[in-house]
DNA sequence: CCCCACCTTACGTTTACCTTAAATTTCGCT
DNA sequence: AGCGAAATTTAAGGTAAACGTAAGGTGGGG
């Protein structure tokens, strides 16, 4: 997954192995901004301090059931909530879902099912149409940063934009930072095959990338040089 | 439950005594416009006629799978789709979540379950227009502001009307407003598939908009170009 | 010390986009 | 239906940014 959703979610569960798992699970998902809670008590915190875009809630908690919590939280705001129970009690689940909830999994659940059925209620709440809560990877190099979105280079004195070869090159590079990409590799991802003449322009490319780059493009620290094999980006 | 909403909804199964059992169901909760098919082919003959707002697919049709179903239906429109299945296969379930499918239920299900979900989804996806986290459809850009709903861009000169097409790549942009946006993405969203000889189309229609929302639109401010990439407002 | 791989710069070309105007289609109105 | 206005598409000439080419320079490894 190489997205980032920019969509913070509040996990509420007493069972801080679960908690746990989920985060991480969600984490690996590209969810940044997660925040869990063990008891009704701490949620209301949580909730008072910020929304979120969407809440997984646990129907048992120490201090209150997950219903009653919820119905609070919508009297207020129109978040989506997924509903965790331990028992697969009928009645249970068509109370959840009749409140108005988004969805309702029963424990045990699959990893993998918890993932789908959250980017499903995203999905459908927040980027029916858009995709603007979904940013694409940014890429720090000291004091620049470079957004591929919108094909810029911003740093402190400002914002240099890449053409459209640059940006092919170094999404290339970027998609394997850290490891060497060879010339045909590079050539490949930017005219296609046929590529017979194109080495001597590749590394044109690379100086003008470097220039924007680098602070002293001769001396590359970021975009480097594998003498022959190809350039590696750190 | 006592909304009614001008909510069509297509359901795909070819068991005829499940079909008329949801069929009353749905019609109880007071769903008026429902239609049924049989198979593919009558699903894809119901469509052609008329979108619906909600498929409901069951995944085991006589003439194919409900899943080839989804990813053609989902080629052409985002219409929220709930599976059912006989089989209660986590691959199954996952594939069909996974594919980008609402919801998931396993056959045999409570009916109440079904009306529930069913709401659930129809309410995320087209009732969520009035809650105040859906922001409001008004672009700014300097002196003038444009009003999605109303198609027009007004400033302290006056209103000045916007045409459909200039609507449908204003609006576009606008959902991923600071991004590039590519040549494919906005004829795709213009005028769907089979943009051939668009392209040059696309850009009379961005001088327009300039002229529109820009006080010089030769040297544009909000509507920028990306060279070989697309365009972006800002 | 020499060769090869890569760097660097300048310059010519080309492509992608702009702009305008004319042709065509669509759509509302009588 | 048929007319007229508005919207859309097509077409063609113009322009500058992006690209590619070439040629001389640099530096490290054998």
């Given at each position: 997954?190489?997205?980032?959703?920019?969509?913070?979610?509040?996990?509420?569960?007493?069972?801080?192995?679960?908690?746990?798992?989920?985060?991480?699970?969600?984490?690996?998902?590209?969810?940044?901004?997660?925040?869990?809670?063990?008891?009704?008590?701490?949620?209301?915190?949580?909730?008072?301090?910020?929304?979120?875009?969407?809440?997984?809630?646990?129907?048992?908690?120490?201090?209150?059931?997950?219903?009653?919590?919820?119905?609070?939280?919508?009297?207020?705001?129109?978040?989506?909530?997924?509903?965790?129970?331990?028992?697969?009690?009928?009645?249970?689940?068509?109370?959840?879902?009749?409140?108005?909830?988004?969805?309702?999994?029963?424990?045990?659940?699959?990893?993998?099912?918890?993932?789908?059925?959250?980017?499903?209620?995203?999905?459908?709440?927040?980027?029916?149409?858009?995709?603007?809560?979904?940013?694409?990877?940014?890429?720090?190099?000291?004091?620049?940063?470079?957004?591929?979105?919108?094909?810029?280079?911003?740093?402190?004195?400002?914002?240099?934009?890449?053409?459209?070869?640059?940006?092919?090159?170094?999404?290339?590079?970027?998609?394997?930072?850290?490891?060497?990409?060879?010339?045909?590799?590079?050539?490949?991802?930017?005219?296609?095959?046929g590529y017979y003449t194109y080495e001597n322009t590749l590394m044109v490319h690379i100086r003008r990338l470097?220039?924007?780059?680098?602070?002293?493009?001769?001396?590359?620290k970021y975009l480097l040089t594998a003498r022959g094999i190809g350039y590696r980006l750190i």
């Amino acid at each position: 997954m190489n997205h980032i959703y920019e969509c913070s979610i509040l996990l509420v569960d007493d069972n801080s192995q679960l908690l746990s798992m989920v985060t991480h699970l969600l984490g690996q998902e590209g969810y940044q901004s997660l925040r869990t809670a063990g008891s009704c008590r701490e949620a209301r915190e949580c909730l008072a301090h910020k929304l979120p875009e969407l809440i997984i809630l646990d129907v048992m908690l120490p201090d209150g059931d997950g219903f009653s919590l919820f119905q609070e939280i919508r009297m207020k705001a129109d978040i989506p909530i997924l509903f965790l129970s331990a028992r697969d009690e009928d009645q249970d689940r068509l109370l959840g879902l009749g409140l108005g909830a988004d969805d309702y999994l029963t424990k045990p659940f699959l990893p993998r099912e918890l993932i789908l059925r959250v980017n499903a209620i995203v999905r459908r709440a927040y980027l029916s149409g858009r995709s603007s809560l979904v940013s694409s990877p940014i890429l720090t190099l000291g004091e620049r940063t470079v957004h591929f979105d919108q094909a810029v280079v911003a740093s402190s004195a400002g914002e240099i934009p890449l053409t459209a070869k640059e940006l092919l090159i170094l999404k290339k590079l970027y998609e394997n930072r850290g490891k060497i990409v060879t010339f045909d590799a590079l050539c490949d991802a930017v005219w296609g095959d046929g590529y017979y003449t194109y080495e001597n322009t590749l590394m044109v490319h690379i100086r003008r990338l470097r220039e924007k780059l680098e602070e002293e493009p001769s001396h590359p620290k970021y975009l480097l040089t594998a003498r022959g094999i190809g350039y590696r980006l750190i």
